[in-house]
Every structure is written in C-alpha cells, then in structure tokens.
C-alpha cells in the first residue's frame, strides 16, 4: 500500500487541475463542429435486399451467455448467420452465469411481439417448434472459440440439414464483411430497430428518465474489482477495502510488474479509475455542475474520486425506491442503463464493451451525436511522460478532440456508413 499521504496528492492535483480548468478559454467538447458522422446504411433501411426463401433449412435456436448487452450481442450475430443459413430462428435462450444473479429469458426483457413483427421479411421467427421437433433436444454447435475466416455455410450448415434443430453459440470473432447484403441486413434489423423492452420495463425505464434532472450526461464507468483483476492491472493509491476487494477477486490472475506493467498500461488496457476519469472530463470543459447518470454496475471502487468533484451524480439506486432496487436483478438494472444511455444528451464511456458498442451505434441510429469514449492509452502514455498541471489538460483536450471531431468509436461499421460533414 502507498502511504496516505499519495492519497492526499491525489486530491490536491484534482484542485489544482480544477483551478486551471476554470482559467481555460477551451470550449467544451460537445460544441466542436464534427468533420465525420455516422448513419444507418441506406441499402438495410431502404428495403429488404432479397426475399425469404419458401422453404427453410431447418430451425436454428440462438444460446446467449454473460450480461445483457452481450446477450444482445450474440443474437445479433445468430439472426445473421440463421439468415444465412435459410432458417427459421426459434427465439433465443439466454444462459446467465450465477455472477449475474439473474434468470430471465428473452420475453422477460423484450417485446417479443414486436421483434417477430419488425422481422417480418428478414428472417423467419417463430415461438414455438412444430411438435415432431419441440419434443427433441437441438444439436448444438459450438462456434464461440473459433477466429479468423470462420465459415458457417461450410462448418454449421451440414449439421442443420443433418438435424433440422440446431443451437448454435456465435464465434466470437465475426467476418459479416462477408455477408452476403440479405444476411447482413437481417443482422442489422434484429441489433438496431427490432429489440424494444417490454411495456412493463420501459415503463420503469420511463419513469427513471423523467426522475434524472436535465440536461445531462450518462457516464459508463467500469471500475469493479473483477474489472481490475481481469485487466491484470496494478494501482497504487487505493484505499485498503478497494484493494482488499480486488486481491480477492485476483483469483491465480497475477497483476503485471515492472516494464511489462508499464507496457501493458500504456497500450491502453488498464481500467480508468473514478479520480483519472474526473481529471479527463474537466480537460474537455465538461462543467462540474453537470448533471451525470452514473451508468454502472454494482460495486463500484473509489467513486469519491469523480463525486468529490463532480457532484451531481445520480444512480439507479438513488432514484428508485430501497424495496423497487431491491427487486431488479442484473439484466433489469442493465436494460435501464441502456434506455438511459441511448436517451441522454451526451454519452462518455471509459471501456469499449458490449455496452458501449451498441449503446453508441444506437445512439447514432438515433442522430445523437454527443458520443465519447475517454482514451485509457492516451491517459496512460501522457502520464507516463510526466505530464501534470496544465499540460497534461491540454494534451488530453487534444486526444480527445480529434477522436470527436473525427467521429472516432461512435459507431459500428457493420450497419452504418460514413459521411463527410
């Protein structure tokens, strides 16, 4: 542990740069004229490229793992490969570890309804399997570990002749570059303008919306202990508890030492913590009396780092009710932050995660353009240089400056397209 009095520092260097932002003549990030936007490609939006063909190949069930949005992720790519593969798609199973503390199914989250219907001409869906089928387990194929050039007509298509009912758990490594227009359109479709949250969720998420004062910003921070154990990051300056927690989450995960702790930080994989995340905000002029959605899973460390500066911080906790709050399990609270994330007025993200990716193509689908996320290796590599004070503000305005302007991480290429402003 580091002595407390690198705890003290650390605070009076947020005072410092506080006193040197308010002297700054930058103009906050979000009133910079963009050069790149994003759109919705028109060949997916302007109709379907080919039609359904008569006769299906067989029935194809999606199995889900891990949080929500990764959830959504691979039933994202499971409608593309089901369409190109000619199948009928039987709604997905979502498989929850027990870390998410949660057991919903995908009718428990979306409007099934409304998914059939909005993919009516992109691929067939169906609730339930004819009844010479219901009674049998799918076959499964396993795709999740493959990479590179992974070929579904050649690896899964035989199985689905052979067994009609398959499940299939998408690679996680995906080549729709190599859709054909009809396949990739399917995908698209389901991620962006097919999953809508059941009228009893979006209803809660609604009223959480209306509960958050405007205008604001929702703020993705991913500073858990399993986040920092997985990273194999190492931090000085934490508090006994934080560390305690993140030792105990380590597991045989050993964090990197010496030049190899330094390389690994400087390409940008180590966790932004709640203060490095307040001092990246205050170089882009973000006020400090914003109003910020804290986006974010339970059990967060360090949090005063940002809230002893930005103090307008607002939770899901603090806006519902003790009993309600209670009540939500992983993929409830997750769905809210996302109706949140994607009806803010800015979005700031310190990771690129399932989250953050479809959060932000969703929010260009929308036309909402305030959409950032904070670089960790240009966080990492200026400090390393020894930057501080006014310098270091300056550097990070100029990282980050470029990455808005120029559209940087805004959104998914598969779907949308690039246009010069």
């Known amino acids: 542990m580091e002595p407390s009095s690198s705890r003290i520092s650390d605070n009076e260097q947020r005072i410092s740069i506080f006193l040197l932002n308010r002297m700054s003549d930058r103009p906050e990030i979000w009133s910079l004229r963009r050069i790149v936007e994003w759109r919705p490609c028109n060949w997916w939006l302007q109709g379907h490229p080919a039609a359904l063909s008569a006769k299906s190949n067989g029935y194809i069930r999606v199995d889900c793992y891990g949080g929500l949005n990764q959830m959504r992720r691979d039933l994202c790519d499971g409608v593309g490969v089901a369409r190109l593969l000619n199948a009928t798609l039987v709604l997905p199973k979502f498989e929850v570890a027990a870390y998410w503390n949660e057991s919903s199914e995908f009718g428990d989250i979306f409007d099934v309804d409304y998914f059939i219907q909005q993919m009516s001409g992109f691929i067939k869906v169906v609730k339930e399997l004819p009844a010479e089928i219901a009674s049998k387990e799918p076959f499964h194929v396993d795709c999740s570990k493959r990479k590179g050039l992974?070929?579904?007509?050649?690896?899964?298509?035989?199985?689905?002749?052979?067994?009609?009912?398959?499940?299939?758990?998408?690679?996680?490594?995906?080549?729709?570059?190599?859709?054909?227009?009809?396949?990739?359109?399917?995908?698209?479709?389901?991620?962006?303008?097919?999953?809508?949250?059941?009228?009893?969720?979006?209803?809660?998420?609604?009223?959480?919306?209306?509960?958050?004062?405007?205008?604001?910003?929702?703020?993705?921070?991913?500073?858990?202990?399993?986040?920092?154990?997985?990273s194999q990051c190492e931090y000085s300056n934490l508090s006994p508890a934080s560390m305690q927690a993140i030792d105990a989450a380590r597991g045989d995960r050993k964090a990197w030492t010496g030049e190899q702790a330094r390389i690994w930080r400087n390409r940008g994989k180590c966790p932004l913590t709640?203060?490095?995340?307040?001092?990246?905000?205050?170089?882009?002029?973000?006020?400090?009396?914003?109003?910020?959605?804290?986006?974010?899973?339970?059990?967060?460390?360090?949090?005063?780092?940002l809230t002893s500066v930005y103090t307008n911080v607002f939770t899901k906790s603090t806006l519902h009710s003790v009993e309600d709050f209670a009540n939500m399990h992983g993929n409830t609270k997750a769905a809210l932050d996302y109706y949140v994330s994607i009806s803010s007025g800015s979005y700031v993200a310190t990771y690129f995660g399932n989250m953050d990716k479809m959060v932000a193509a969703m929010r260009a689908f929308k036309g909402l353009p305030n959409t950032l996320f904070l670089s960790r290796r240009g966080f990492a590599v200026l400090t390393s240089q020894g930057l501080k004070g006014k310098a270091l503000l300056e550097a990070l305005w100029r990282v980050h400056r470029d990455d808005f302007v120029m559209g940087v991480g805004s959104a998914l290429p598969d779907c949308f397209c690039e246009f010069k402003l």
């Open 150 to 230: 992974y070929d579904y007509v050649e690896s899964v298509l035989p199985s689905l002749l052979e067994h009609h009912y398959i499940s299939i758990t998408p690679a996680m490594s995906q080549r729709r570059d190599r859709y054909p227009l009809h396949a990739k359109a399917a995908f698209c479709q389901a991620c962006y303008n097919a999953m809508r949250l059941t009228s009893t969720l979006e209803k809660k998420a609604s009223e959480l919306l209306k509960a958050i004062p405007k205008p604001f910003l929702s703020l993705h921070l991913r500073f858990e202990p399993d986040m920092v154990a997985y």
């Open 274 to 305: 709640p203060n490095e995340t307040a001092i990246i905000l205050q170089a882009l002029s973000i006020p400090i009396d914003t109003n910020i959605y804290l986006a974010a899973g339970d059990g967060l460390m360090e949090l005063e780092g």
